[in-house]
């Protein structure tokens, strides 16, 4: 299947024009991409939207964009950095079609929190998922990624940064090069 394009979200923080969204677009080029923002930051709100919120923002989003490219929303790819993947991987659960999920430094669990696993819908996600991360990423180490990850009935890839925390400071180059290449393998 072709990759019809890309939809990314952004993490808690930050807003559609994070450094690594910007230049995961511009890696992807000339595929059509669509940096969204949250309900919250539209508003100029600090705190996010309840989880449901942001769901339904990645669904209209994705429905425009895949309208606005001409193809059925299946050809998509959905993603993003920290929650604003884990909003997309949510909605893909809750039945939005994609073709894929890349899930850049994925937050399974508040820092210090290894108990508050945020994976109760990866049962849900039958098609192939993306995960780049830091192997020093406080929200999740690769182990317990890796294990979190084998509920997922899709084909799940994983790509580590070395010595990367959670914001993956400096990496953007390799965190395209791995989107790109996971794209073009679909």
Request: charge should be negative.
């Amino acid at each position: 299947m072709t990759v019809g394009g890309l939809l990314l979200a952004p993490g808690f923080g930050g807003d559609r024009n994070q450094a690594t969204l910007v230049a995961v677009e511009a890696a992807v080029a000339p595929l059509p991409v669509e940096r969204i923002d949250f309900p919250y930051r539209k508003e100029g709100r600090r705190g996010p939207d309840p989880a449901h919120r942001m769901v339904a923002c990645v669904v209209e989003e994705a429905t425009a964009l895949a309208a606005s490219a001409g193809v059925e929303p299946d050809r998509l790819v959905l993603g993003g950095r920290s929650m604003g993947g884990r909003m997309c991987s949510m909605a893909v659960a809750e039945g939005l079609p994609a073709a894929g999920l890349a899930l850049l430094s994925y937050p399974l669990h508040p820092p210090g929190r290894p108990e508050k696993l945020r994976t109760d819908h990866f049962p849900r996600l039958d098609l192939p998922v993306l995960f780049v991360g830091g192997d020093r990423d406080p929200f999740g180490s690769p182990a317990e990624m890796e294990e979190a990850a084998r509920a997922i009935p899709g084909r799940v890839t994983f790509v580590w940064l070395e010595g990367a925390r959670h914001d993956a400071r400096g990496r953007d180059p390799v965190v395209s090069a791995a989107v790109v290449d996971w794209i073009a393998a679909l």
